[in-house]
T-cell receptor, first 112, second 109 residues
């Protein structure tokens, strides 16, 4: 069990640029979740996949955000035309159909 | 619209004593509740959960209590140890997961 891996750990970009984050879940886990966390807040649910199917999307996930899990393994989260308010920690988690999600250490996004 | 609330941002407890972390929720349709622990620069780690059909679940030093009528749950840690110092998040499961804002626990040696 190598745990959930997220890449990159930190991303600094200029406002208006596109960014893409990657998450590699624990290999046998069929569910994969994306969250966003800002300072002083808990993780906010963005979306989740069961295998390659995206089953739930939060209303927080504006049309600038898109997530994919093409083969039911790794997932990517893309943010287009980044804004200052997108600065946050983006967390990925996976689970084997159960409730105990295993989180990665996150990607910290800073928008200049 | 905060559906899960942790009203105490911080808590300090002496080593060996009991730590009680509280959480309130608004949606009576939540079916599971969970507690996560988070150290700095790491992702949250699952600690313990409870089904909405139960009122208590125990795992070693950790016990979670659920009061459905009050829409309240609590996490008891006894005895508290310095290594328990971390931020604790409660979460509720419905169509998605809802997390509270966290309580920072400091266990004083």
């Amino acid at each position: 069990d190598t745990g959930v891996s997220q890449d990159p750990r930190h991303k600094i970009t200029k406002r208006g640029q596109n960014v893409t984050f990657r998450c590699d879940p624990i290999s046998e886990h069929n569910r994969l979740y994306w969250y966003r966390q800002t300072l002083g807040q808990g993780p906010e649910f963005l979306t989740y996949f069961q295998n390659e199917a995206q089953l739930e999307k939060s209303r927080l996930l504006s049309d600038r955000f898109s997530a994919e899990r093409p083969k039911g393994s790794f997932s990517t989260l893309e943010i287009q035309r980044t804004e200052q308010g997108d600065s946050a920690m983006y967390l990925c988690a996976s689970s084997l159909g159960g409730l105990d999600q295993h989180f990665g250490d996150g990607t910290r996004l800073s928008i200049l | 619209d905060q559906q899960v609330k942790q009203n105490s941002p911080s808590l300090s407890v002496q080593e060996g004593r009991i730590s009680i972390l509280n959480c309130d929720y608004t949606n009576s349709m939540f079916d599971y509740f969970l507690w996560y622990k988070k150290y700095p620069a790491e992702g949250p780690t699952f600690l313990i959960s409870i089904s909405s059909i139960k009122d208590k679940n125990e795992d070693g030093r950790f016990t979670v209590f659920l009061n459905k009528s009050a829409k309240h749950l609590s996490l008891h840690i006894v005895p508290s140890q310095p290594g328990d110092s971390a931020v604790y998040f409660c979460a509720a499961s419905g169509n998605q997961f809802y997390f509270g804002t966290g309580t920072s626990l400091t266990v004083i040696p």
